[in-house]
């Protein structure tokens, strides 16, 4: 998996600082313009094998992962359609968009019924709100007809990262 690719090593920095001053001060180190370039004008690292979609559901790709077990670098595919679960995250999580369009619905749940906060559309080289591991929670889909591919960086270690990541809603 390591070494990292030329254009992420920027947002591997920042990630590797944002997730220690975070652990340890809880301060917010600004992640979103070296995000920004990653899934902008430096999308170097973007390889076909990130691009391999499944019929069934949306797609992980491991891109890098910390050598201290900070962080993970993942690029998700996602084909026409396909959409998340509503989740919350109890980790950090930044992304942005690489290629294609996504959509993404946030929610409040003060109780047993989810509230909806909004929808917005995110467009390739554009990033997502800082999730700090909060009380929001947020379902993403692609609406479109042509395949999605989003950048995430999650504040955990690789060996937990399909079940350290997502709080699921659990729909009344």
Known sequence: MNPIHPD???????????????????????????????????????RAEHRVGDPERYMRHLVYVDPDDDFVITAITWLPEQQSPVHGHYVWCAYGIAEGELTEEQ?????????????????????????????IYHRVSNRSSRPLVSLHVYGVAADRLTTGINRLYAEA
């Open 8 to 46: 992420l090593a920027p947002l591997a920095r920042i990630a590797k600082t944002f997730s220690r001053e975070f652990r340890t001060t809880g301060k917010v180190t600004d992640l979103g313009s070296v995000l920004r370039e990653a899934v902008g004008e430096k999308r170097g690292w973007l």
């Open 107 to 135: 929610f409040r749940a003060p109780g047993a019924l989810l509230e909806p906060l909004g929808t917005k559309v995110l467009r390739a080289g554009e990033i997502a709100d800082l999730d700090l591991g909060g009380p």
